[in-house]
């Protein structure tokens, strides 16, 4: 590997990213890339798909103790986000 290659590739962060939300009870997976939101950023592709899971996890646990529409918007949020480098040329409008 070429040490450039080597560099751009340690630059690159991660974000977890979630789909925007159409009306209160649905998401617009859909959506481009750059239309989504960044929940959180990460140092490694490992502690993105690590905070994905985790977020998936809460987000599944709150719909079953409360029977929300919100919870059940940010459950689908969860279980559509992608991690996505941070380099993506995608996140550009």
Do not use: N
């Not at 560099?7 to 239309?35: E, F, N």
């Not at 809460?58 to 480098?85: H, M, N, P, W, Y």
């Amino acid at each position: 590997m070429k040490m450039r290659h080597a560099v751009a590739l340690a630059l690159t962060g991660w974000y977890l990213m979630i789909p925007p939300q159409l009306d209160k009870r649905t998401v617009d997976q859909t959506a481009p890339i750059s239309k989504w939101t960044v929940y959180s950023p990460h140092d490694t592709a490992d502690a993105c798909h690590l905070a994905q899971v985790e977020q998936r996890t809460i987000a599944e646990q709150k719909a079953t103790q409360i029977r929300d529409q919100d919870v059940g918007v940010v459950l689908r949020q969860f279980l559509e986000s992608q991690c996505i480098a941070s380099d993506d040329p995608r996140l550009r409008p």
